[in-house]
């Protein structure tokens, strides 16, 4: 989020950075969230769990794009793809970027599931040690969890500096027209973070703990590089409990990237007037980039409880299935009702799958082999279940609009 520097003067007590939750913008605000958080909850059982898990998968691959592209760092969905698979490009710049995305899906993962391990208490493992996701010791685990992953080479910064992994800032940097606390002060700055988000639990108020916290653990920046993706982390981790990996904050902050620096920066000015709270910082301000956040939030959970309708889900599979069987004789309509039930039921035998296309056996035998072969069913085996899934270029049909860029024609080998 680096842009111009002008240096003012420097915070170094923690009341410099009061309020950190809009105090007098509390009710409304919960309010306005509570709606988000029901329909998100929702979500998570409109389709059948393991068709929820493999479209859980592609929203990692989602998050690792948007994220990196706020960054002005981004490739093509198709390269990510490529690179899941242990296939990189001959480009080295692009080789870079693959190995970067594929670093941030792997720390997501690694994330989600240290959080889920937490939560069960029949599961003993160091997750139980796992810090609150609004916290500074997660926000540096999440860093960590990304650049971890990298070489030395691939975490250089513009100015050929390394980026040490869950390193806090040794340095004083500007940041636009804000200039954080300087590295001596951020032990005091984090320890005011965790006294404030860390310790709370209430699901009803994780949405606006989590736009909050966003902005103000940015405002710290405590790191040297790579803040955005690490604060982008932790908020898709602490909304977990919410959207169980199923919408993608990311991806509504980055189709608004320029909205979305522009509440930041807001957020930064300071208090203006009696009538701006009691804090340094201006609570309006924080409480625009709180309604701000939420609103983008249930834009996303609206998009994704539209694209979960299960009428609308078999006439796209219907629709997909016409434009495929149109340019592939292999390809036949009796495969719509089949893999509408693997969307809605979940995984089923090859057997049985063939049953209910109605097809003589070696027809739907090879029917079925032609949608595995074009990904739009996947199985562990030869022998084992076929499994609803969502290749890249079925994404127009099946979730229209929602990864667009995984269509685009802008991919090169």
């Known amino acids: 989020m680096n842009k111009s520097s002008t240096t003012i003067d420097r915070y170094t007590l923690p009341r410099q950075f009061e309020p950190l939750l809009p105090q007098s913008h509390l009710a409304a605000l919960r309010e306005r969230s509570s709606e988000v958080i029901a329909q998100s909850l929702r979500l998570s059982g409109a389709a059948h769990p393991d068709t929820v898990a493999s ?90 969890a990304l650049y971890g992953r990298l070489s030395e080479a691939d975490r250089l910064t513009e100015d050929a500096q390394v980026i040490e992994p869950g390193g806090w800032r040794t340095a004083q940097v ?33 949405l606006l703990l989590a736009a909050a916290a966003h902005q103000r653990m940015a405002w710290i920046h405590p790191f040297a590089d790579g803040n955005g993706r690490a604060c982008r982390l932790q908020t898709h981790c602490a909304l977990w409990p919410l959207s169980h990996g199923l919408w993608s904050v990311s991806r509504g902050l980055s189709r608004r990237r320029d909205d979305y620096y522009a509440y930041m920066d807001a957020a930064d000015a300071p208090r203006q007037g009696a009538l701006d709270g009691r804090g340094n910082l201006s609570e309006k301000a924080l409480a625009d980039w709180c309604a701000w956040f939420i609103d983008l939030c249930a834009d ?29 004789k292999r390809i036949r309509a009796e495969a719509v009702a089949p893999l509408h039930h693997l969307f809605m039921g979940g995984p089923t035998s090859r057997g049985e799958f063939c049953q209910m296309t109605g097809l003589g056996e070696r027809t739907a035998r090879g029917l079925l082999s032609r949608l595995i072969e074009t990904g739009l069913v996947s199985s562990a085996g030869h022998v084992a279940p076929v499994r609803f899934a969502f290749p890249l270029d079925a994404l127009q049909f099946l979730l229209p609009e929602l990864y667009p860029e995984a269509a685009t024609g802008e991919y090169s080998e």
């Not at 409880?305 to 592939?328: N, P, V």
């Open 174 to 206: 500007a940041v636009g027209r804000h200039e954080p606390p300087p590295p001596e002060a951020l032990p005091a700055f984090l320890a005011r973070f965790d006294e404030v988000y860390g310790g709370r639990r209430l699901l009803d108020d994780q």
């Open 55 to 144: 479209l859980r998968e592609l929203v990692r691959e989602m998050n690792s794009y948007y994220s990196n592209r706020i960054e002005g760092q981004s490739t093509h969905p198709r390269h990510i793809a490529r690179a899941l698979r242990s296939d990189f490009s001959g480009k080295p710049d692009i080789a870079r970027l693959q190995r970067l995305a594929l670093a941030h899906i792997e720390a997501e993962r690694e994330l989600e599931a240290r959080i889920g391990q937490a939560a069960r208490p029949d599961v003993r493992s160091d997750a139980a040690d796992l810090p609150p996701t609004l916290s500074s010791a997660f926000v540096r685990a999440a860093h960590r």
């Open 300 to 328: 996303q959970v609206a998009f994704m409880a539209r694209m979960f309708d299960l009428d609308g889900m078999k006439a796209r599979i219907s629709a997909l299935i016409t434009f495929r069987a149109a340019h592939d």
